[in-house]
């Protein structure tokens, strides 16, 4: 009966769309996006991206564009938008702006934190052609999802996902076939260090690549846009090989939350990839949808964050490098989140209770000195700190962090980044106004507005690593990556938590030592999708080891080993599976180096 009703729906969705006329921008494809910036975090959530207004406190250039009306006359305006900070109403106010004239509602500061359509009123079309402006009003991250201009008396756009998903398709037109992007050996999605390192692996051991990130740059965490350091070490492993691919992406050490984009090695990272002949790269592309037969992946659909244009890829193979799990949860792959008990897994550092606990997420910030000193808004909205508790720190380390159960990683991402940004402008406020002394002449020159998320799904594979394989330095058959971080589980910091408890904003951790321990193969391919690799943070772990195989370096050589195995599963047509089982002296061999590089 739901395909019938779903079918149904769609029918006389479109009898409805024929009948009138409705004009839908999505604001992440103005042609000018001025100082807003696109926000595809949570499309999981909306379906879609959005623009924001990250002006760290002062307001930034309009994003613009033209619109063509099918004719004159009266339109209803509707603006499908958030109070990202209700406490009672928050500070991302702005205007939607016609022909130069803004329109008499201010959107943003409704006093609810739901995505929704709010009316704009209605506007008289004189020209077929009129300019449309996001006009933001404050700088502090006011955001728009999309605009709807519509003659429909009485018409109310959908609140819905699911018909707002239909009719968001229905008027971008992207129920027609997504463009082909060709036929991949491996399709990656992810263009962290793990995925990057994966692609490049594959594409120089001859097979052909896709490299699908969903960001305008590549390195993830790593990135300009995040800005943590690369951790682990490559220096000490059992197969020297591994981490060569590594150091190429490597930058340096800049620190954590380096005011300096340049120090992430952004450009460095792209001009590695571009020049692999035999990779495929697509940057801003969100996979959202998978196809398979049986137990296979087939394809995978990707949607620009900017144009909104859709890509299939087709494969024979297919790496997870999300960190999210995203493609292995989509495709039906065994996964857990959170932590598991010590009953279940007899490690003694795991919880009592297995429970939805997972590691938080952190959006670092940096102020500079000036020559002259400035002031910062009150943020009467933003979390509010005292002498008795501050953060007197001119920037931000990795201790910047929230989740800890309290919120869902994936589904709640956009919640996490604002309640980091609502400690973060506190804080600034705070410090600026009662440490004048220290902060005057200091000012706020970047808080990352794209969270560093730590910890989500953990894909299932043929082994599940925990903690006594890293403290016990087991070492079996097919141990590839040696990996060297200690067990490091963040908490919430306990001052942090006495005034903040449910709302922590700041981390403490207990580091525990291990020896450099190896990672089976086993871990890097899903348990029951026959197809599948991962490589990064959502391998086959318990929550304890993952505490020490997440850092960026060991992942980056996860991607290494799985870009060699990947090359054996086309030789052999054969399985990530069946490479273990039949062809695991072929793989030990290329990680030792035994085996001569082959040409591209």
Partial sequence: MKPFLQTLFFLLLSLHLIAQEHIFLETESFTEKGGWVIDQQSFVVLGSSY?????????????????????????????????????????????????????????????????????????????????????????????????LFTNASGFT???????????????????DKPAEAGKFDLVVVGGGIAGTCAAISASRMGLKVALIQDRPVLGGNNSSEIRVHLMGDVDKNHYPKLGRIVREMDNGDPGNGNPDAKEYGDARKTAIVKAERNISLFLNTHVYQVEKEGDKIVAVIGRD?????????????????????TIGHLAGAEYRMGRESKAETGESLASEKADDFTLGTSNLWASLPRDNESSFPETPWAIQFSDEYHIDDAKADWQWETGFGNFNTITQAEQIRDHNLRAI??????LKKNKAAKYAKHELAWVAYIGGKRESRRLIGDHILNQMDIQEGKQYPDGTVTATWTIDLH??????????EGQEFFAGTKHIKVAPYTIPYRCLYSKNISNLFMAGRNISTTHVAFGSTRVMRTCGMMGEVVGFAAYLTKKFNTTPRGVYQQYLPELMAIIKDEVPPVKP
């Fill in 51 to 147: 623009l924001m207004a990250h002006g760290m406190g002062r307001p930034v250039k309009d994003a613009s564009t033209t619109v063509q009306f099918p004719k004159k006359g009266k339109y209803r305006v509707w603006v499908r938008t958030k109070d990202w900070a209700p406490f009672p109403k928050g500070p991302g106010k702005f205007q939607v702006v016609l022909n130069g004239k803004p329109l008499t509602q201010v959107f943003g500061e409704s006093g609810s934190d739901v995505w929704k359509w709010y009316a704009g009123g209605e506007i008289d079309i004189q020209n077929e052609e009129v300019s449309v402006a996001l006009h933001d009003l404050t700088g502090f991250n006011g955001r728009c999802d999309a605009i």
């Fill in 157 to 175: 756009p959908p609140e819905s996902l699911e018909a707002m998903n239909a009719f968001r398709k229905k008027l971008l037109k992207l129920t």
């Fill in 491 to 500: 908490f919430p910091d306990e001052r942090n938590k006495k005034y903040f």
């Fill in 305 to 325: 964050i900017a144009t909104n244009k859709e890509t299939r890829f087709t494969g024979t193979f297919f790496s997870d490098c999300t960190g999210d799990g």
């Fill in 425 to 430: 402008y506190g804080n600034w406020s705070y």
